[in-house]
């Protein structure tokens, strides 16, 4: 991707959000949330890109891709005003739908075109589809940890911040209350990715998103999750008195540390 097609994605993009940010009423923030997501999403892929040493055009497209990728939480949480997947629609599908019918992409070589189309439409996918063409795995597997790494940023944020009273979107709506499912710990134990479907509370929420220590991809980062020491920063909001918590957690460090 040309430096040129980069701009024209950051201005549609731009566009795009600030039109449902503009009539979003009560759900201003969380748009406002969800554009601010995507820029930092964007500069995430254009690190981890930049320290796996791609080419400068594969660089661009993995920034754009991270500009792209949440363009279907837009209308799900205007129509839907939740981020639940399992109560409204799958936000991945959704955008790529929105792109596919829009031109944006057409100038755009018609290979790196379906590398972004597919990075949206399964980005958020509980496992890695089998059947993408293999040039499309890195980029796939880029977007996914990406997005992971800004979400850590923004839940943590909320936390510190105590910004959940008012905006219980961040953690899909669950309780601020409760233990975490002794299930759910098994599931993670077992390096078995948790499903949404099961999450009872807000600190069910935080394990499944820690457990994607056992799915990231690329060392670079691994890396930022050491330095900016996420389990950790996280145990401040989990019961780690409890064995059961503060074992998976201590896993958790180990997967990270010995990559």
Known sequence: ???EQLQAVRRH????ANGYIARAGAMRQMMELKREHCAAVARNCRALATSSGWGKEEINTAEALGFLHDVGRFPQLEEYKTFRDDESINHGERGWQALRESELLTEVDAELREIILNGVRYHNAHTI??????SHDRWLKLI????????YR???DAFKNDQLEEHPEIVLNLSLEGDPCPELIETIRQKIPPSYSTLKCAADFLLLILSWSYQMNYPAALKI???RKIIDQFSEYLPVEQAAVGEVLSELRKEIEKS
Request: charged share 35%.
């Open 154 to 156: 923004v839940v943590l």
């Open 129 to 134: 589809p089998d059947d993408l063409p293999p």
């Open 144 to 151: 996914r940890d990406a997005d992971r790494l800004d979400i």
């Open 13 to 16: 993009f731009i566009q795009y």
């Open 225 to 227: 999750m050491r330095e």
């Open 1 to 3: 991707m040309t430096n």
